[in-house]
């Protein structure tokens, strides 16, 4: 590898700065320029700044996302959520290493060119299993599919030089072609679909304008292309591909120039013919406006966090501004007291939505009363939950309303300077939003004396490294501080003692997304939605073995039965709904018996899970309660910072025990021995993620104590713990071969036209065969 | 000024003091672990949790501040159980043995390890007084001793164990030899009595201990001279020399211990007479006869005197017993280690104390791992056991020097100021209760002045504190998050580099035995 020249070390430094707090981003250049970081530049930056050999190391060695040895070319990502592990994400990763032939306890491939991780969450749930390959998501993995996904990733980045034409706009448009490239929608190719669009107007001069939008959510049609004709009309097509783009267009569109005209005239003739011939592939298929699941979809819905969704360029300040953005700024400027917006909070009943549910006003007041030269603000957006993906969509997609929002609580508590702290796993998010401030920058709508008033707001975006603690706010601050993100123990909170000692106002990205909607409309519009105690909508990333999964906003008070069945569209491959697991590893699950549990803080909290920032994942009854326990207190154990012993040590001991229960090796008195120490760390460690890392397990204890008990008398009744069951090929076998073609362990020896069999020695357990079983002659026992 | 009340009791403090602050203010004891007097509270061990009324969760009194009308409870059951807890996990990660598995093999608990090491630096006056600590004849059991220290000596499973009774042997005879031989201080007489009867190891070995507490000892025997069956048995003269056993004897005698000989118990003096001149009578008799008539009433159905076992108290007040006559093994060391426990016992019951019942956690990692038997040969000399040129004559300066350097060092150098270890011991924590994944052990020796033993680390972060107060350059820095989170030197130095003066300040410090002095 390069050899660390002090020049380098000495450029990150000028840009960055030297004083102490700028720890992490330094440590992040250098990770940039090298792949990984070199002792001796981080030596070097020990000389060259503020920064000491103990504070850089205990980062360094912190975040996931730093590397001490040097990577291969491109850095592979696993994405091991909750909806990619109950889709296998787990066999991925072990299929990723077995086809670059990477041996146990290596991560890298012997020609350098790839290393494969895993990662906590890509927050592409609906693509679940997915990957992502340096900065290119891809979704609906599976173990055949991997040396196409990596042939096309190869050449995608010879391509990469490559730029395409750009077409000159057209006069008179005859309307739009919409279509979203947020990062999930771009990981089932919305954006070849989108240039694909480009290509083809440009070559039938077509009076369209080809248009990037907010997500619309509908995450189980995406690539959506929704045409929207000049006269208003709307029609939409789900899951399309490159190849659908000219006949889409050709649809609904004449080009301007006649000879033109005749050509693409003959085209859609040919075209139309073709396709009645051949008919589309069975994944694509056009929608009218009419189609039943939109409507359900969408219907069921509050947009009120998700406002003109797919209407809006997330970028566009000009069409933000035409639909009203900034105007709730202007008016809380010029006609409102701080006074007056904190009484509309509190009338409007807004909790904070990153989890807790903690009334914003009381957090808003707490940092509005405190006399201080200096106050922040702070927009949480490290959402680090595997299965949740509503904080990254807001981002990609209302990125201005966000900084309004922050503007607006700004100026009411009265801080000045403040940060959007974003994970790292999140490009497309870091990108828009600083684009987005660059912007408002610009228009005078941040910076120095903003719309020309007495109030100055300075905001900054900081990038997270890989580390779910830091979504705990005094964790956060400490990271944003430089300092090893360590939780500390509150009170004093945040609000009287954040970040460098100053009151500090930390809200979730959808507790600001939520702000300008409430001063516009009213706090009793707002509050007209929900339940007593909890007021409004909530945003939910719906996934897992659902229909259609995505993205929804709806009003409090809905119940799970209806998020699933009516919006959802019920469980996929016509299973039954066995749980929902709501909140992430601070959650629990919800049993299909208490289906009818309302979504609101209060309700959730009997039901024995939480409202936690929004992931909701769907189960069905091939997934095994005590595998899903073990999963996420294996993600909670690996993260938690190591601080307090009953994190550290009693989480990594439930997690042993569970471990046990699913290799078959449980014993009696585990169950109990799990509700002792699991209700221990709730109770005696410092941070939230201490507090709730056993909710997990005690959830499902309660809610289906006879499967634990299953697994400690050796069966897994879902059928789901590898070391529980095994696959055998019963007398239905056709003899075709196939399940002998698709074994990646070559378990099953190819004997064309008789039974085959399964060598239980060599098998993976990884299901393939029953999956591609023709005659359904695969049983799993 | 802030008031609160703790326990119901009311204290008034400063404000932005912790609740810890508050209850020593009020002399309420929290037991803490993690938390140091001076340095910043790293509120990570959870053993000083309380209860705030009004607060979901339990909170730890070293960081907690205090709030006006704050009520908090320092003990109650469920307080208790999660204190127990905390260190019972912390206890589930630590790696290492409190003391060696040759202090735990031998049955009178000598400090084995602490004599080597005295051996090993030539401090020969400071290694008799470890031994006659626990050892009141090491002469006489260097000769005899079937050693079962060594049968768990952990060198066996590499080649074989330290030759530690010859150790000891070379030790006793140096200080015998000598002409200021080792003499214990002993308290000032404070009027007490104790009559023991029987003169054999077992009484002479309670003698010893109950003389130097300051309460006179008067042993009778009924052979002419004491020593019982080391004097009056068939014992080969060669390998124990009469001269050997008279010698370190009068050690003993020269404490003021009074012996009566040729006295028989219920023929020449019986037991009632004996308690009337007495505080407490001591019954050490080797094999048992016809005597037991005169107090049938302890004596049990097998001929042997019931004792109520950790404090060798009979049923009838004021009488205690040991040795073989209570059932003991028969081998000198057992009756030497009876002696010198139910001396503790009779000195507590006459000076009314109550025994210390709680019995010393004593951590314990098992049979070691082949890389960690590698790792503690490195520490030590690849000598094959030394045998001695001479039986009779024992080992030379020179062979017991590089004999002791055989020995792994596998206990704890800080026992014996290890908080951990106190609290697992005042918790009643159990060994166990958490099974699972254990690291290797592992030991940092390239300092000069310390060693440094990962595995017993509880990532307080005292040291790192410790370091950056003493201005290192390099200093300590945790490394990693969550379990295998750990204390290094930064950039992959070495701890010559990161402790070049805070070493000394990292030991006081440090709550457990993750870093010791050397030696």
Known sequence: MDTVDLDTIEQIVERIGRDACHALPLLQAVQAHYGYLPTEAIESLCELTDCEPSQLWSIATFYDQFRLKPAGRHLIRVCIGTACHVKGAGQIFEAFKRHLHISEGEDTDAQRLFTVEKVACLGCCMLAPAVQIDDVIYGYLTHETIPQVLQDFLEQQKQAATVSGIRKPEKVLQGQARICLDSSCRAVGSDKVYDALEKAAAQMHLPVKIKNTSCHGMSFLAPLVEVVMADGKIFRYGNTAPTDAASILRRHFQSASAGARIKSGIDQFMHTLLDDRIGEGPIRYSLSVRDHSIDAYLNKQVHIATEHAAEIDPLDIAEYQKKGGFETLRQCLMDRTPESILEELENSGLRGRGGGGYPTHLKWFAVHKVQAPQKYIICNGDEGDPGAFMDRMLMESYPYRILEGMAIAAWTVGATEGYLYIRAEYPLALARIRQAIKNCRRLGLLGEHILGMDFSLDLHVYTGAGAFVCGEETSLIKSIEGKRPAPRLRPPYPTQHGLNGAPTLVNNVETFVSVPWVLRMGADNFAGHGTAGSKGTKVFALAGKICRGGLVEVPMGMTIRQIVEEIGGGIENDKQLKAVQIGGPSGGCVPASMADTKIDYESLHTAGAIMGSGGMVVLDETDCMVDIARYFLEFTQQQSCGRCTFCRVGTKRMLEILERLCEGQGCAGDIEKLQQIGTQIQNNSICGLGKTAPNPVLSTIEHFREEYQAHIDGTCPAGRCRSLIHYSITDECIGCTICAQHCPADAIAMKPYEKHIIDQQTCIRCGTCKTVCPAGAVEVK | ?519
């Open chain 2, 1 to 519: 000024m802030i008031t609160l009340t703790i326990d119901n009791q009311t204290v008034e403090v400063s404000e932005g003091s912790t609740i810890l602050q508050a209850a020593r203010k009020l002399g309420i004891e929290i037991p803490t672990l993690c938390f140091s007097e001076g340095f910043k509270p790293s509120v990570s061990c959870m053993v000083c949790v309380v209860r705030v009324a009004g607060v979901k969760h339990l909170v730890p009194a070293c960081g907690t501040r205090v709030a006006d009308n704050m009520a908090v409870i320092t003990h109650s059951e469920e307080i208790q159980a999660a204190r127990q807890t905390a260190i019972e996990l912390l206890l589930s990660e630590h790696i290492g043995d409190c003391v060696g598995p040759c202090m735990r093999g031998c049955p009178a608990n000598m400090n084995i390890p602490v004599m080597i090491r005295q051996i090993v630096s030539g401090q020969f006056e400071d290694a008799i007084a470890t031994v006659k600590k626990d050892i009141p004849f090491p002469a006489i059991l260097g000769r005899v001793c079937p050693a079962p220290c060594e049968k768990v000596c952990r060198r066996n499973q590499a080649d074989s164990a330290v030759s530690i009774c010859l150790l000891k042997r070379f030790v006793a005879d140096i200080d015998l030899r000598s002409e200021k031989s080792y003499r214990p201080v002993c308290q000032p007489s404070i009027g007490k009595k104790v009559a023991i009867i029987g003169a054999g190891p077992c009484g002479l070995s309670a003698a010893y201990y109950l003389q130097q507490a300051g309460i006179d000892c008067t042993v009778y025997d009924d052979h002419e001279k004491p020593g019982g069956a080391l004097r009056y048995s068939e014992i080969d003269r060669a390998i124990l020399p009469l001269e050997v056993l008279e010698n370190e004897i009068n050690q003993i005698f020269r404490l003021k211990v009074k012996f009566q000989g040729n006295i028989r118990l219920g023929r020449d003096v019986s037991i009632d007479e004996l308690e009337k001149q007495n505080d407490a009578i001591f019954i050490a008799l080797g094999t048992f006869n016809e005597n037991n008539k005169d107090f049938p009433e302890i004596v049990a159905k097998d001929n042997k005197i019931q004792v109520d076992r950790p404090l060798y108290s009979t049923s009838r007040e004021g009488v205690f017993a040991g040795g073989v006559c209570i059932g003991s093994r028969n081998i000198c060391i057992r009756a030497v280690a009876d002696g010198k426990e139910a001396a503790d016992s009779i000195r507590s019951c006459i000076l009314g104390q109550k025994v210390q019942e709680k019995k010393e956690y004593n951590h314990q990692m098992g049979r070691l791992k082949p890389e960690e038997m590698e790792l503690f040969l490195k520490q030590a000399s690849d000598s094959e056991r030394i045998y001695p040129q001479s039986v009779i004559e024992g080992l030379t300066a020179t062979e017991a020097q590089a004999e002791a350097k055989r020995c792994l060092h596998c206990d704890c150098r800080k026992a014996d100021g290890c908080k951990l270890r106190d609290l697992a011991t005042d918790q009643e924590a159990r060994r166990n209760v958490w099974p699972g994944q254990r690291k290797l052990f592992s030991q940092i020796t390239a300092h000069e002045q310390v060693v440094f033993e990962p595995g017993k680390c509880i990532k307080c972060g005292l040291c790192i504190q410790a370091a950056k107060i003493a201005g290192e350059a390099l200093g300590l820095s945790f490394e990693g998050r969550g379990f295998n989170m750990q204390i290094v030197v930064p950039l992959e130095k070495t701890l010559v580099e990161g402790l070049r003066n805070a070493s000394t300040e990292c030991v006081r410090v440090c709550p457990t035995g993750a870093f010791s002095f050397k030696c």
